[in-house]
């Protein structure tokens, strides 16, 4: 999920330098440093704030193809690349190219990342305890290859490459990682293709006011690739945005993960963050299956400022048959505000407090909205 606040910091810089790059009463400034007819690059600074991460700060880049536009959605062909220092001491490199061509009708999004990343695992499962935590030191490469065709009106079909070589550098002396049997404790490869389909009528993608949005995907990550193990991983994204009055809006998210086979536990579903569950750390529950169910009010109280409260639900489970069990189901609850950066733009600023169960509690600051 931190992931999604550093693409919503950098789009956040982006609008800024296009919209008010001379305008003293930006928040944060951006400049253009090389621009013709045909591409504009753009200075970004980034900062942002997660529990997974602490405090983040880098900088990095965006160059538009300005000659290369989805005629459908304006969007222009760009390459975003970042890289970022967090005070857990987690450095991230990342560059990610979006290219639309036929006017739109093909869309080509790749990924790829660099990181060097100490995290917390507490073991597999929905009831590991807290004191099970340990620290662990890891360096993953990771790339992913998507290729969309556009089915109009709002239709999106295509395929995608995924290829993940995560390499465990530090682990606890005789902790989980070292002692127990799981998949991924030394290095694991996750190597596949996989199939994207969604449908999308959002008005709008970082703060949507009305609409649906409904996205399956399906990867299959086998030897035959060059993964370590073999497993599939399907995933269910359902939202609806529900105008309620002239200032009041419902938002809904049902998410859904389902992995068979051989899995890594960095390729488990896992519940928290700044996006699924609000109030846990990301990935303080993993396990092979996992679903959310999420609902918030925003109000707007004035044009340029909304609050907000969410409640959501949810749980991971080795097998399907175990989920809703009372005692298992991990609730939130939570409220939150947020501040429209720009008059002209749909580019906000927002702080979440979350908090869940058994001391579970989560502070987020970043852009747009969660969902």
Not at 18 to 24: A, L, M
Not at 104 to 115: K, P, Q, T, V
Not at 254 to 260: A, P, T
Not at 282 to 303: A, C, L, N, T
């Amino acid at each position: 999920m931190k992931k999604i606040l550093i693409y919503s910091c950098l789009l956040l810089f982006t609008f800024s330098s296009f919209s008010q790059r001379k305008d003293e009463n930006n928040v944060i400034k951006t400049d253009t440093i090389s621009s013709n007819k045909d591409y504009q690059l753009i200075a970004i600074p980034i900062a942002f704030f997660t529990p997974e991460t602490g405090f983040g700060f880098g900088g990095g880049g965006q160059l538009f193809f300005l000659k290369k536009e989805n005629t459908f959605k304006n969007r222009l062909s760009n390459v975003i690349f970042s890289g970022i220092y967090t005070l857990n001491e987690q450095l991230i490199f990342e560059i990610t190219p979006q290219v639309y061509f036929g006017g739109g009708n093909y869309f080509i999004d790749a990924h790829y990342l660099l990181e060097i990343y100490p995290n917390s695992f507490w073991g597999v499962g929905n009831s590991t305890p807290d004191t099970n935590e340990e620290i662990y030191n890891q360096t993953t490469h990771a790339l992913n290859i998507s290729f969309l065709k556009r089915l109009p009106p709002d239709l999106n079909f295509g395929f995608q490459f995924v290829f993940k070589n995560h390499e465990i550098t530090e682990i606890k002396e005789g902790g989980i990682l070292e002692t127990q049997d799981i998949i991924g404790n030394r290095r694991t490869v996750v190597a596949g293709l996989g199939a994207v389909f969604n449908y999308d009528t959002r008005d709008n993608v970082g703060s949507p006011n009305k609409g649906f949005y409904y996205q399956a995907k399906a990867l299959f990550s086998g030897e035959i690739f060059g993964a370590t193990s073999g497993f599939n991983k399907f995933t269910l994204d359902l939202r609806e945005y529900l105008p309620i009055s002239k200032n009041g809006l419902l938002a809904f998210q049902l998410y859904s993960e389902n992995n068979f086979g051989d899995v890594p536990f960095q390729a488990l579903a896992s519940y928290g963050g700044g996006s699924r569950a609000r109030g846990y750390f990301y990935g303080r529950y993993i396990d092979k299956h996992m679903y959310v169910s999420q609902v918030e009010f925003r109000w707007r109280i004035k044009p340029r400022w909304t609050l907000a409260t969410f409640g959501l639900a949810g749980e991971v489970a080795n097998e399907p048959e175990d989920f809703f069990s009372i005692k298992n189901i991990k609730p939130s609850l939570g409220i939150g505000a947020r501040y429209k950066i720009f008059k002209d733009k749909d580019t906000w600023l927002r702080l979440d407090i979350g908090s869940g169960v058994n001391g579970n509690n989560g502070f987020y600051f970043g852009i747009n909205e969660a969902f």
